[in-house]
């Protein structure tokens, strides 16, 4: 709380900024309730010395740390929060400030820069770890990130290297990357074990898997819901819903909150398809990392037109944890697989077959396809994404240039137009279904490379 007040004294307008860009956000006061008491666990945690603060990038498999007493920190976490306050671009050009280039993680630039600012971790920053994970999930810049953060405070570090799956790799393949990721897993618990000095707690451990599990079954069985007229929510607030089932942080609570939710959802819908309400106009996939600072984009710009975010693979991506097998080696055999097989990370072939099943799934009349300047490894392949969407649906797709955390890379003038060029598209594409005619790929693309 110290480090709060010395914020807000030092920086009264941009808390201001902040406060607004958080009360704009779509959420309950429920959910606003279990965020904030994330960011204060996290700081009481130097107050409590019997739990050990870890830093986490973002889909390490948690459960094994926690299972030893670990909390689990999330930069990545703490500067999306920042940036729905609207307040990253002072960390960022302070982290540039440092020699960090421009095309670098603006997650990782917002929380180095906070972090050296001193901020405290409602606005990106995070208190000194006991020790550090990372995993290659996504890109290898969480290794270097996390790597640097433990070299400058002489604490421990834990890499984990999960391989990527590539087009055309066999089951046998599968199976020895498997095999991979399951042995550093028993060197994660060597890490612990000396790192703790105790022995590894198998029967904790088991306990945070189901729960975990639970967590995200229930996620995935809200998911489906979304596949009704009108989907049961959209992504402006499904992207802050995540967030218990990412930070894995208090599992009980978690669970006992996605059950409610769940159960207002099997009372809204029944056994219906199609409520009061009905059919969106346009019903839309996001492809990608949210844009953390545009809240706007999602309730106002696309809203207004008609077309809502029904479906987006990055939030199901981190529901992907399964029940625990009969044994440890099971276990952790299975939560290797599960980190090799990841709706975000797939190969090119398997990521245009799932988008192929999500297009006929959620009765899709667009995609939009987050081209991240600053996650280019998120980004790969989008352009043959696009092609073979629209060569199978004639669907259209809007190709996204900008930033999930930095603003000054988003034109508002220039993507609204691009927006309306993209709507007017889907008007011809929903227009052409319901006369049950061929699609027609050439007239779904937007020039000017959208």
Not at 22 to 29: A, G, S
Not at 102 to 115: E, P, V
Not at 204 to 210: A, L, S
């Amino acid at each position: 709380m110290i480090k709060l007040t010395r914020f807000i004294w030092n920086n009264p307008g941009l808390f201001a900024k902040g406060v607004k860009g958080y009360l704009n956000q779509p959420v309950t006061p429920r959910l606003a309730q279990i965020i904030l008491q994330y960011l204060n666990q996290t700081k009481l945690t130097v107050l409590q010395p019997w739990k050990r603060f870890g830093v986490f990038s973002a889909g390490f498999p948690t459960e094994i740390p926690a299972a030893m007493g670990y909390f689990p920190g999330y930069p990545e976490a703490y500067a999306a929060l920042t940036g729905t306050a609207g307040c990253t671009v002072p960390p960022i050009e302070h982290a540039e400030s440092l020699g960090y280039g421009r095309d670098l993680c603006s997650y990782m630039k917002t929380s180095i820069g906070a972090c050296r600012m001193g901020w405290p971790e409602d606005f990106g920053g995070n208190r000194v770890a006991d020790a550090y994970f990372s995993a290659n999930l996504v890109c290898d810049t969480h290794l270097k990130w996390f790597e640097g953060e433990a070299r400058l405070h002489g604490k421990p570090h834990f890499a984990l290297d999960v391989p990527n799956l590539v087009a055309g790799e066999s089951d046998e393949r599968l199976e020895e990357y498997v095999d991979y990721v399951e042995a550093q897993f028993y060197d994660m618990i060597a890490f612990l074990e000396k790192e703790t000095g105790k022995p590894f707690n198998e029967k904790k451990f088991f306990e945070i898997v189901n729960d975990s599990a639970e967590i995200c079954r229930l996620f995935r069985e809200l998911f489906e819901y979304r596949k009704r007229f009108p989907a049961n929510a959209y992504f402006e607030w499904v992207r802050m819903f995540m967030l218990p089932m990412v930070s894995q942080w208090n599992q009980k609570d978690a669970i006992r909150y996605y059950s409610k939710e769940l159960k207002k959802a099997q009372k809204r819908y029944k056994d219906q398809t199609s409520i009061e309400g009905g059919r969106e106009k346009y019903r839309v996939l996001w492809e990608g990392i949210t844009l953390w600072y545009n809240a706007d984009l999602y309730q106002k710009v696309l809203a207004e037109r008609g077309a809502y975010v029904v479906c987006e693979p990055y939030t199901y991506s981190f529901a992907g944890r399964s029940k625990p097998k009969g044994s440890l080696k099971e276990t952790l055999r299975q939560m290797a697989r599960d980190q090799i097989i990841v709706p975000f990370t797939l190969n090119l072939d398997r990521r245009i077959a799932y988008f192929n099943s999500l297009v006929e799934a959620f009765d899709l009349d667009g995609v939009i396809l987050h081209a991240n300047q600053s996650c280019r490894p998120s980004s790969t392949g989008l352009f043959d994404l696009q092609e073979a969407l629209q060569k199978k649906w004639g669907i259209p797709v809007l190709m996204m240039n900008t930033d999930h955390c930095d603003p000054r890379a988003y034109a508002e003038g220039p993507m609204t137009t691009r927006i309306d060029g993209f709507v007017e598209l889907m008007e011809a594409y929903v227009r052409r279904k319901g006369e049950g005619g061929p699609p027609s790929p050439e007239n779904m693309k937007i020039k000017g490379g959208v």
